[in-house]
C-alpha cells in the first residue's frame, strides 16, 4: 500500500513535463502579451479591432510560453538541488555510511535548506519509502530520471543501475557525478555572462524600430500615412511586422545555448 501510494505521488505531484503553474499564475503573463500584442499591431496597422484581436493572440501565445518557461525553471531548480543532493551524499558516503543511510543523511542536511514540500524532498520520500518496499534505488533513480527529463540525473541513475550490487564504488560514482555537474554548471555560469550583454543589445535592437515607428507615426506630421492608408503600405507593414517576429524568435533560439 506504501509502494502505491508513493507511485500516486510520483506520477501526479512530481511529473516535471507539466507546468507547476495555477490558473491565476498565467493572469499576468497573459495581460503583458496582449498588452504587448496590441500596442506592436496597433504601431503597425493603426487598426484598433486587428490590434485587439491579435493582442488577445499574443495573450494566449504568452500563456503557454510562460508554461514552457515554468517546466524548464523547475527543472533547472531539480538540477540543483540533485547537485546539493550528491554532495550531501558524498559526504555520508565517505564517512563509511551505506547508500541508504546516506540518502536518509542527505535528506536531514537538505532540509535545513529546503522546504518540506520542495521537489528534492519530496524526491527522497519516495526513494526511500521504495526502497523500504524491496523496490531497488537504481529503478528509483530511473524513475526520477524518466520523469525529470534532465541528462545529469539520467547519467547518474544509468550508471549506478550498473554497478548497483556489484561494485563498492557507488562513492566514487556519486562524487564523479557531482564534480561532472559543478564542472558544466560553472561554464553554463560563464556562458551566460557572456551573453548578458548580446541578449540585452539584441532587445534594444528589437525594441527600437517600434519605438521609432511609433514616433514618426504620431510626429511626422502625416509622413507615415501612405503606410497606413495604401495596399502597398499594408504590405510593406505586414512585411515589417513578419521580420520583427522572425528576429525574435532567432534571437532566442540563437541565445538559448544549451550544453
Sequence with gaps: METTKSEM???????????PCTVFDYVLPCLAGAFAGFIILFIFYRIITLSVIGGLVFGLI????YARNAVQKRRQKLRLQFFDLLEAMSVAMRAGNTILISLQSAKADL?????????????????I????????????????AQRSGLEDITSFAAIYATIEGK???????????????????EIEMEID???????????????????????IGYA???????????????????GGLIVLIVSYILARKFSNVKL
Excluded: C, H, W
Aim: a negative charge.
Design 193 to 215: 555572462t557572456l551573453m548578458t550583454a548580446a541578449k540585452t543589445e539584441v532587445s534594444i535592437m528589437l525594441v527600437m524600430p517600434l519605438i521609432i515607428l511609433g514616433i
Design 111 to 127: 532540509m535545513l535548506i529546503y522546504a518540506q514540500d520542495s521537489d528534492i524532498i519530496t524526491e527522497l520520500d519516495i526513494i
Design 9 to 19: 505521488v510520483s506520477n501526479a505531484a512530481n511529473d516535471y513535463s507539466k507546468s
Design 167 to 185: 561494485s563498492g564504488r557507488a562513492d566514487e560514482i556519486v562524487r564523479e557525478t557531482q564534480q561532472i555537474i559543478s564542472d558544466k554548471m
Design 220 to 238: 511626422g506630421a502625416g509622413f507615415m500615412d501612405a503606410i497606413y492608408t495604401s495596399g502597398v503600405g499594408r504590405v510593406v507593414s505586414t
Design 62 to 65: 504568452s500563456i503557454f510560453v
Design 129 to 144: 519509502g521504495r526502497f523500504n518496499n524491496a523496490v531497488p534505488l537504481s529503478e528509483a533513480f530511473s524513475d526520477l
